[in-house]
Structure formats: C-alpha cells, structure tokens
C-alpha cells in the first residue's frame, strides 16, 4: 500500500512540477531482468523522482545516506521506495561499513530487480559532466563476478530546459545498455582495478551521448543563441530536437577551429547582449508583431483567465501563499543552485497535505463527513485550475510587455532585426559548409524555404 503510495506520489511530483516530459530511448529499458540505471546529476533529488516515474520499471533501489532512517516517518517512506541505506565516511567516520548496503544491492539486482544511481557522485549545476566514481563500474562486475545474472547498465541524459523554473520542461534520454556479462567478468578476474576504469571510462562516454556538455557557460549560451538563429521561424521543437540542436552546435564549436565559425560566435554574442540589455527575447523579432496579432492574443489569454477563475480563485487565496513559500525556501535556503527545484517541491510538498488535512477536518466537523471529502476534491481540483491561471497569467505579462517594449524600442529593433537577418543567413550557409554529411539534418533547404515564407 505505501509503495504504491510512494510511486503514485513521485508522478505526481513530476507532472505537476513540468509542463511536459518528453522520453526518448524507452525501447532500451527491458521490461524484465536486473537493470542499473545511470544517471548524470543536476537537479538534487529531482533527478531520482524523474527517472522512478519515467523508467518504466518498479521498484528502482537507491543508495541513501543512512542518517535518514533515523527520522521515523521518512525511515518509513526510504523503505517503502526500495532505498538501501549507506554509511559516507564523512557522515559516519573512517570505520563506516557498507559491507551490507553492498549485499542488499547484489541480492536486488541478482532478484531481477533494478537499481539506480549517480555515477558523478554528487548533486552539482556544471555545464557538464563531472568525473564519474568508479562503484557503478564495480558493483555491475561484482554481480557479474559472482556468476547468477549479468546486469545492464543503461545511461540516462537528465537534460532540462529550465530546471528551477515551475511548469518548465525536461528531456529523460536513455541510451543504449551496455550489458556487463561474462566476457567483462573474466577481465574483471585477471585485471580488477584496470576494467573497472574501463567500464568507467566507457559509461562516460555513454553518458556524454545522452546529456548536453559545453566546456563552459558561455559556450552553452552561444549555442542556444545559434539554436534559436538557426531555426526556421515557425517550426516547434520537442525537448528532444532543442537539446540534439544544442548537442550539435557544441559539438561543432569544441571540435572545429574555423575562422569563420570562431568570427560568428564573436557577433552571435554581441547580437545576445543587445537583446539582453534592451531586455528582449529572440523570438521577438523573427517576425513583425503588429497590434491586431498581440491583441488577439491578449484577447485569448484573458478570456482563458476568465474561465478558469471561477474554480482557480478560492484555491488562489490558499494555494499562492504555499507557492510563494515554496520559492522562497527554493531560493533562500538552498546551499547550491543545483537543488532549488527539490526544495521548492519538498516545501510544497510537507505545506499542502497538511494545508489539505486541516481544511477537510474542519469542514468535515462543521458540516459532515462528506462535506468534508467534498472539500476535498474541490481543493485538489481548484490546484489543477490554480496552475493554469498561473500559467495564463505569465503568459499574458510577458505579451503585454513584449508590447510595449516593441513599441519604445521601435528603431533599435529594426537595427536588431537587420543584424538577425544576416546572423541567420551566416549560421545556415555555416552549417552548409562544416555539418557533418553522415549525420541526418534535422531540418532542409526545403523546410527552411517553406516555414520561413
């Protein structure tokens, strides 16, 4: 009851958290047999929720500090999500014994059950992948080792679009299993220390293929900006397609020493920091915004508002104050910026059941039993409403300054728009020159021509 509990809660973590979750490689994940799921590590235990509600196995066992079992209720809920309780050196002393942790992890994956973990170690916000830990490698040729089951550890890409931001989205990549059988199990017993670094070595070359690396922030901001240049102006990008695009300009700035290219990115920058210290968007001006087009999104957006008022506002009054708690804490308690978006949730999540409980007590007691279940559901149904309003709202601000602003800045964004006009027209004769030819482009002169006009 409590593990159905457990993983019914995680999807709804999630699907609450992001507006869309797209899931790519899912056909790599077996529906049966003993699975180590490796993940890289950005957004805390985000990452952990995710890849539990999206891997299409349960239960997925993780490692966790053993310190947590000592608060009861959570001991409770750590077991109930399949947790294995480790003993770090740094919380428990040079003498800590993991001996055990070790055991229930070979008997997990040897039960065809599936394990998950985070080769990097440790939570963090780098542009990419830190060293991973050699014990994935280990554990997987120690199963192996012991001869019962050969496990495969599949690389999981955690890559999001905005990974604080509430209602943002996220791309959860599988790649291909990298099957640890006999064949590792033999040089594991000839050279021990030296196939752990191989399969090391070879998991992080997985997990390079499946989550976006930039050596550094302002290369990544380069290449979203050639991104958004790059695209024909109509065409919708999946979570998949945004991060692959960005992948690829990477790519193919890290490895190319082109003049041409190394002269684009001096211009795409300064392009970028003109829109940012006029405190506009690209998407702005890659077509004329006249006022009959943002009025009637206006229009729409506010009559959407309308509609779902009705519903939305008495759970505004209840709901925005434990939002605005949330973020709060997200943002000012947070230690590192990689674990805003778990604190905000975890906030949320100890404020509303409680907030809940206590209103259906009181209006179950005032008026019955099922007044109060009714309350209950109207509660739950005016959060759903709540979220939309929000999301409406935001929406409608940022038409409503988009506006104004285009209207101030008229002659700068004309100026703007000249240097937009050149950038893109460079960037995609770039890409004509130095895209590799056995690589399928994800978009042609024919689409270009079509969604452009």
Request: with cysteine.
């Amino acid at each position: 009851m409590l593990e159905r509990f457990c993983k019914g809660m995680v999807r709804v973590i999630t699907t609450t958290f992001f507006r869309h979750i797209d899931v790519v490689g899912i056909e790599h994940v077996p529906a049966e047999g003993p699975v180590i799921f490796a993940g890289n590590h950005p957004n805390a235990l985000m990452d952990g929720w995710l890849l539990t509600a999206r891997c299409g196995r349960w239960p997925l066992h993780f490692m966790a500090n053993a310190k947590l079992w000592k608060y009861r209720v959570l001991g409770k809920l750590m077991d109930a999500s399949g947790a294995v309780p480790v003993y770090p050196r740094e919380d428990h002393g040079e003498n800590a014994d993991n001996s055990l942790a070790f055991d229930t992890l070979y008997e997990v994956i040897e039960s065809g059950n599936c394990m998950g973990v985070f080769p990097e170690g440790v939570s963090h916000n780098e542009s990419q992948l830190l060293q991973l830990k050699t014990g994935t490698a280990r554990i997987a040729l120690a199963v192996a080792d012991r001869g019962k089951v050969y496990a495969q550890v599949i690389p999981c890409g955690l890559n999001y679009i905005h990974r604080h931001r509430f209602r943002s989205q996220v791309l959860l990549e599988f790649g291909e299993p990298i099957v640890v059988d006999e064949v590792w199990a033999k040089k594991y017993r000839q050279d021990p220390e030296n196939t752990v670094r191989e399969l090391t070595a070879l998991l992080a070359e997985s997990l390079m293929a499946v989550t976006l690396n930039a050596p550094d922030w302002n290369t990544l901001r380069f290449a979203q900006t050639t991104r958004r240049l790059y695209k024909p102006a109509s065409a919708s990008l999946t979570p998949g397609q945004y991060i692959e695009l960005n992948r690829r300009f990477i790519n193919s700035y890290v490895n190319l020493d082109d003049p041409e290219l190394i002269a684009f990115r001096s211009d795409a920058e300064d392009y970028q920091a003109r829109l940012d210290m006029l405190g506009l968007k690209d998407y702005q001006l890659r077509n004329p915004v006249t006022l009959a087009k943002v009025t009637r999104k206006i229009i729409i957006r506010t009559l959407w508002i309308v509609l779902l008022l009705p519903l939305a506002l008495p759970g505004a009054i209840l709901h925005l104050p434990v939002g605005w708690v949330a973020a709060t804490v997200g943002e000012r308690f947070s230690y590192e910026k990689d674990d805003v978006a778990t604190l905000k949730v975890i906030a949320a999540m100890l404020l509303l059941p409680l907030m809940y409980l206590g209103i259906t007590l009181l209006v179950g007691y005032a008026f019955g039993f099922w007044w109060g279940i009714a309350m209950l559901v109207l509660l739950t149904m005016s959060f759903l409403a709540t979220v939309r309003v929000v999301e409406a709202e935001a929406t409608l601000l940022a038409s409503m300054i988009s506006f104004l602003r285009l209207a101030r800045l008229r002659s700068d964004i004309e100026d703007l728009r000249l240097t937009r006009t050149e950038l893109v027209t460079r960037v995609r004769a770039l890409v004509d020159r130095l895209a590799d030819p056995n690589v399928q482009r994800m978009f042609t002169a024919s689409d270009f021509r079509q969604l452009d006009d």
